[in-house]
């Protein structure tokens, strides 16, 4: 017969501790609850308004339509192009600190910049990403200038998330590869960096999160334009200035004061992010039987 762990404890320390239990049980319920809440209430205001025309459409003043297909366009350009510069780059690093690096003072000060880089506010580094990609290197107002500064901004999340789960490798692991006769480099890919798979998807994850979800970046680097891009045409991509859907929400809601229409494109937000998350779950969970 089991018997509860406090019950031999003074009356004084069950209450504390039941007292404690309280208090996270009623922390936990507020944060679900103010979850619940902001879900519900984004749901609320901008699911009257979303529709497949919407959705599929782009805004038009003569024919009175209003379509967010040029934004959902952009913001899937602009997360593409920034993953697929700095994944490369941020991994890279990470591997070379946690496994190459035989200077500890200068992996240190690499991560001491990368932690350092990480809490500067988005619009410094807006407005270095104008002042270089837009103006000094004549990109303009682009959407390849913003997916650069982007790249910038997010590159210190994927490097340190990165090399954290690089650390959490047992070194048995490392020692056995390579007393099987492997080199290093296969060791590390592939033993470390598919046991590391969890905390690379993490930072992905936390990097498109931060790449969706950024706005004064974009409004200084990528403009505001609403029309569809022809990213396949000459010239492409590097003469293309549009808004994503954060853009697009701040126009609709701070310009025109459209709130039911910056409801609605909350709503896809919310649903590209919950897409984004269990499509990055999935991904880990291959590579970890992999």
């Known amino acids: 017969m089991r018997t509860s762990p406090q019950k031999g404890l003074p009356l004084r320390r069950r209450a504390y501790g039941g007292a404690m239990r309280v208090l996270l049980y009623l922390s936990a319920a507020a944060t679900l609850g103010l979850l619940a809440f902001l879900i519900g209430y984004i749901l609320y205001r901008g699911l009257p308004g979303l529709s497949w025309e919407f959705l599929t459409s782009a805004e038009s003043m003569l024919k009175e339509t209003d379509g967010i297909l040029p934004a959902i366009q952009n913001t899937v350009f602009v997360v ?58 004549s990109l303009q107002k682009t959407l390849l200038a913003g997916a650069l500064t982007l790249v910038i901004m997010t590159l210190p999340t994927i490097i340190r998330t990165t090399q954290e789960s690089l650390k959490t490798v047992p070194q048995g692991y490392r020692e056995g590869a390579l007393g099987l006769g492997a080199g290093k480099w296969r060791m590390i890919r592939t033993v470390v960096l598919p046991s590391s798979a969890d905390g690379i998807v993490t930072g992905c994850i936390l990097a498109v999160g931060r790449i969706v979800g950024e706005s004064a970046v974009l409004m200084f680097t990528a403009g505001m334009g609403t029309t569809l891009q022809q990213f396949f045409t000459a010239g492409g991509f590097t003469k293309s200035s549009g808004a994503t859907l954060t853009v697009a929400l701040y126009v609709y809601a701070k310009e025109r004061a459209e709130f039911g229409l910056a409801f609605s494109v909350a709503v896809v937000l919310l649903a590209a992010t919950l897409l984004i998350n269990l499509s990055a779950k999935l991904a880990a969970r291959k590579l970890k039987k992999r």
Do not use: D, N
């Open 80 to 137: 593409l192009v920034t993953l697929a510069i700095v994944l490369p780059l941020g991994v890279g690093a990470a591997v070379y600190l946690t496994e190459y690096a035989r200077s500890r003072r200068i992996a240190g000060a690499v991560e001491f910049a990368a932690e350092t880089l990480a809490g500067i506010p988005s619009i410094v580094y807006a407005l270095v990403g104008m002042l270089v990609f837009c103006q000094f290197l």
